[in-house]
């Protein structure tokens, strides 16, 4: 082939970047841009970024800091685009000299226009935020072949303003696709060979309701279940303040509904939730959590704790500790609080010491470790039904995960991949499961 260029995409953070840089592929594709597994051979270099947290931050400034000698070396194009290059904008431009465009978390749609802008040597920064329908990272992801699990955008933004996040400020205000327009996407993906979809948002729960006339998420979820030769249906993330009953009772009522949620807590203390402005309390959180399990029992919960809080006491932290006992999570993902730009709780006083924040962070991860590894033990000699995504990172193994979310190794032939298997399970570790292949189903 002649003059095809490549194209490199880097992705730090979270699902919704993943599912950004599938669009951004697809975009540039159309631009003569193929993908590239090896940046060393890349003419466009796009890094999609992530500043939840500050080290994810300091992780790509140090990502873009190897590009410098690199780009005395060789012409290639180096883009910034996701929540960093939102936050900063034009200064990003300035603060890395060697960059040649930033796009924000609005702003997919004029990629092609920057990237032509930028091969002619102009350097552009495009952090608008578009608040309506035209946005391109709401667009349906072009169908290619291959793979039996799909990310579908249902809604982006979130309206909550959490103290301690930065969501809001660099995602912008809720907006909800059209329910047709999922349904339609996920018709076609199931064509194509798509057998579970993971439905996407900053807080799926609060779907359709600021839209005259959609669904609801419960309602949404109803409709994608009705769709012939979908086998499964998850979700990610939930706000608990916004479970309905109504989506609750979806656990009983919908068998393609896998049997995991994520539901992050946060904090385990009425004190720090209010102060996190999370909308519930300890007792609120607990009783939609037992409302879940009585829905559909064996449900695997996994949520998010962040410790080291403003003014978060040894109290306060021990009523953490206790929630996570109460809630007997699958497994969770633990931050010790950092402070970002422009949230409210960056101003707060009661800064607990890093050493303190440290020992929390450890303290709420051996708690967590024991928890998973007794309820991964509590599998052994069950039989599972895994959707099979691929081989193990060492090659020698296929991988998939059960309806629970848990991922399981086991050897079988490749061909299986794409498939629906039967598997009997052998061993627990820390993070995955060992079986064995009983039937193909
Ligand atoms: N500090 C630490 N953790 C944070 N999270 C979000 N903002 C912060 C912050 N400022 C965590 C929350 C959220 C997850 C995606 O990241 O637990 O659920
Ligand atoms: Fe952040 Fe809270 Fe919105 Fe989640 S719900 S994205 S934690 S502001």
Redesign the pocket.
Same mark, same amino acid.
């Given at each position: 082939m002649t003059g095809e260029k490549l194209l490199y995409i880097e992705t730090f953070g &979270?699902q919704m970047n993943v599912s950004d840089s599938e669009k951004v592929a697809a975009l540039l594709k159309s631009e003569g841009y193929a993908p590239t597994a090896d940046s060393s051979a890349a003419d466009l270099i796009i890094v999609n970024t992530c500043s939840?947290?500050e080290k994810a931050e300091h992780k790509v400034y140090s990502y873009l800091g190897r590009f410098r000698g690199l780009k005395r070396e060789r012409r290639f194009l180096l883009g910034v685009g996701g929540c960093v290059a939102q936050q900063e904008g034009e200064r990003l431009l300035k603060r890395v000299p060697w960059l040649d465009l930033v796009f924000g978390t609005h702003n997919l749609h004029l990629l092609p226009e920057m990237v032509r802008a930028a091969e002619q040597g102009e350097r552009r920064a495009a952090v608008d935020f578009i608040d309506n329908e035209t946005r391109l990272d709401l667009f349906p992801r072009a169908d290619e072949a291959g793979g039996a699990t799909r990310f579908v955008t249902v809604m982006q933004g979130c309206d909550n303003f959490c103290s #301690? &996040? +930065?969501v809001p400020y660099v995602r912008g205000r809720e907006i909800s696709r059209r329910s047709a327009e999922i349904v339609e996407e996920i018709r076609n993906a199931v064509a194509a060979g798509v057998r579970e979809v993971t439905l996407l948002g900053q807080n799926v729960n609060s779907y359709g309701l600021k839209t005259p006339g959609e669904l609801t998420f419960a309602g949404l979820l109803r409709e994608i279940s009705a769709i012939d030769g979908l086998e499964r249906i998850r979700f990610t $993330?939930s706000h608990p303040k916004d479970i309905s009953p109504d989506l609750i009772a979806c656990f009983a009522e919908l068998p393609k509904l896998c049997a995991h949620i994520h539901l @992050?807590a946060?904090a385990g203390s009425d004190i720090i939730l209010e102060r996190m402005n999370r909308g519930y309390s300890r007792q609120e959180y607990l009783a939609k959590v037992a409302a879940l399990k009585a829905a559909r029992p064996g449900i695997q919960i996994t949520g998010?704790? +962040?410790v080291g809080f403003p003014g978060e006491t040894e109290d306060d932290f021990l009523q953490t500790l206790s929630l996570m006992e109460e809630v007997r999570y699958t497994d969770i *993902?633990s *931050?010790? #609080?950092? @402070?970002?730009p422009e $949230?409210a709780a960056a101003a707060f006083a009661g800064r607990v010491a890093r050493k303190e924040t440290q020992e929390r962070l450890d303290r709420v991860q051996e708690l967590q470790r024991d928890m998973t590894i007794e309820r991964h033990a509590g599998f052994v000699g069950t039989c599972q039904a895994v959707l099979v995504e691929g081989m193990s990172k060492r090659g020698d193994q296929l991988y998939g995960r059960t309806d629970g979310n848990l991922i399981v190794n086991f050897a079988g032939d490749p061909a299986l991949i794409g498939s629906l298997v039967d598997v009997r399970i052998t061993r627990g570790y820390p993070n995955s499961l060992l079986g064995e292949l009983t039937t193909v189903q």
């Open positions: &979270c939840v947290r #301690y &996040c +930065i $993330t @992050p946060q998010d704790i +962040i *993902f *931050f010790a #609080y950092s @402070p970002r $949230t």
